[in-house]
């Protein structure tokens, strides 16, 4: 097993570990990933074969993201994934970071655990399987556009309410996203692989947070994903209301400092497990 950093040419062996897995990423999603963090992301390789890989996304250079965190089945059980993992955790320290996260599936939370992550709490991915959505709720948003990057900086928007600055990430995602912005908030939508992905999805408010999420679901004319962290039942209810059902459970790990978990009450959507 030889472990080397991950780079764009392989991101076509890394899409087939992803449809292994089931999961929703896309080949943009990686290179996002790959250009924002390009010295933080690692492949293991068996044979010439890429055998796993694990992603890291910073922000600040004060707190991280692990993810992307996959192993071939035919790999399994070798000590592939202990080794990515100790080869981004010891990325992360040497950078400092002073809390690195990951949103655990139920199969890598005991590897997770061994490693010396902490459960802070689990939440769902809900899926909505409605193709076509009530279209009345546009009112004043700037839906559809990718313009709301300068918006973000002068308002900060998205500091405010994260607690940390990752518009150079944002700004990343808007090139695939449609987006929508209030005075409070600011709301994403993309195309997966198997369904549109809602997020992020950030606001004070759960009535601003209803109303983004609403101008951004008539976008998507196929399934919908999105990860809710948070547990207010206004939205839980718009979720049922919209025809969502929760369909996975992800468990929110940290390892480091302490962490400040206010700023996640103002999540109604990550912007993927992969990085926060």
């Not at 790959?34 to 250079?61: H, I, Q, W």
């Not at 999805?201 to 919908?224: C, F, H, K, Q, R």
Request: aromatic fraction near 12%; charge should be neutral.
């Amino acid at each position: 097993m030889i472990i080397d950093l991950l780079t764009p040419g392989d991101v076509h062996s890394a899409m087939r570990l992803v449809e292994i897995a089931g999961w929703n990423q896309t080949s943009a999603d990686w290179h996002r990933i790959l250009g924002y963090e390009p010295f933080g992301c690692f492949k293991a390789m068996v044979d010439d074969r890429l055998a796993g890989t694990v992603t890291t996304t910073s922000y600040e250079n004060r707190i991280a993201w692990i993810g992307m965190m996959l192993v071939d089945p035919d790999y399994r059980r070798q000590g592939i994934g202990s080794a990515l993992m100790q080869k981004a955790i010891d990325y992360l320290n040497s950078k400092s970071i002073e809390c690195i996260w990951l949103d655990a599936t139920p199969m890598g939370q005991p590897l997770y655990q061994r490693l010396g992550f902490q459960a802070l709490y689990s939440f769902h991915r809900w899926h909505s399987s409605r193709g076509v959505f009530c279209k009345e709720i546009k009112k004043n948003f700037n839906s559809v556009t990718r313009s709301i990057s300068l918006q973000l900086t002068h308002q900060g928007l998205d500091l405010r309410h994260f607690g940390y600055d990752r518009l150079d990430y944002l700004g990343r995602l808007l090139k695939s996203s449609d987006a929508a912005i209030s005075q409070t908030g600011f709301g994403m939508i993309r195309q997966g692989r198997i369904a549109h992905y809602l997020g992020p999805l950030v606001t004070s408010d759960v009535n601003d947070a209803i109303e983004i999420a609403s101008s951004l679901v008539v976008i998507a004319e196929n399934d919908i994903f999105l990860d809710y962290p948070g547990g207010d039942p206004q939205f839980i209810k718009w979720l049922y209301e919209n025809h969502f059902s929760p369909v996975r459970t992800l468990t929110r790990m940290w390892l480091g400092k302490q962490p400040d978990v206010k700023a996640f009450q103002m999540q109604f959507a990550i912007c993927d497990p992969a990085t926060g």
